[in-house]
T-cell receptor
Framework: GAVVSQHPSWVICKSGTSVKIECRSLDFQATTMFWYRQFPKQSLMLMATSNEGSKATYEQGVEKDKFLINHASLTLSTLTVTSAHPEDSSFYIC?????????????FGPGTRLTVT | KNEVEQSPQNLTAQEGEFITINCSYSVGISALHWLQQHPGGGIVSLFMLSSGKKKHGRLIATINIQEKHSSLHITASHPRDSAVYICAVETSGSRLTFGEGTQLTVNP
């Protein structure tokens, strides 16, 4: 099946710094990539939808200036958490899909655990 | 009320038992996904279905669009099936809305 990778798998950073997380589709071209956040013992929450070459669409309550998403190519999307704070500590997961409006399978990355101290 | 509700929240079974996890949703969907999340956090997509029934190995997923209900069945359960199983519904633009997950523990 299709493989999606994320880097790094975990990161610890100091409060106030920025952290970049990469999401790559390794063997297919992903028209759409999604970024999710998962707090302990909770389900995944969609943060934003990213289409290659266009601005990301953020979910209500997600600050676009804090969570910068760049989808520069069909195989790479990045999420940058700017001026991170301890409350941003979470498990961030991306997924990649072939399609936009149609129901395509989503392939999930292994996730990145962010801890802000 | 959540748009996607799963039951049970926790399930403990003995190896070999037949397991059913249920998912009900309240919105119009283009597809429903069943996902498996292991303790490390990684997520595997098990099924995507929009009607009827799909089978993969010991896993079976069914959906009833009229009743807005789906079930995931595991036959001959094994300890390695222990994981969180998540139901997610896909609405417009491929957006997924997730249930809270069912923690399955299969004891040897």
């Amino acid at each position: 099946g299709a493989v999606v990778s994320q880097h790094p798998s975990w990161v610890i950073c100091k409060s106030g710094t920025s952290v970049k997380i990469e999401c790559r589709s390794l063997d297919f071209q992903a028209t759409t990539m999604f970024w999710y956040r998962q707090f302990p013992k909770q389900s995944l929450m969609l943060m934003a939808t990213s289409n290659e070459g266009s601005k990301a669409t953020y979910e209500q309550g997600v600050e676009k200036d804090k969570f910068l998403i760049n989808h520069a190519s069909l195989t790479l999307s990045t999420l940058t958490v700017t001026s991170a704070h301890p409350e941003d500590s979470s498990f961030y997961i991306c997924s990649a899909s072939l399609g936009g409006s149609l129901a395509y399978e989503q392939y999930f990355g292994p996730g990145t655990r962010l801890t802000v101290t | 009320k959540n748009e996607v509700e799963q039951s049970p929240q926790n399930l403990t079974a003995q190896e070999g038992e037949f397991i059913t996890i249920n998912c009900s949703y309240s919105v119009g969907i283009s597809a429903l996904h069943w996902l498996q999340q292991h303790p490390g956090g990684g997520i595997v997509s098990l099924f995507m279905l929009s009607s009827g029934k799909k089978k993969h190995g010991r896993l079976i997923a069914t959906i009833n669009i009229q009743e807005k209900h789906s079930s995931l069945h595991i036959t001959a359960s094994h300890p390695r099936d222990s994981a969180v199983y998540i139901c997610a519904v896909e609405t417009s633009g491929s957006r997924l809305t997730f249930g809270e997950g069912t923690q399955l523990t299969v004891n040897p």
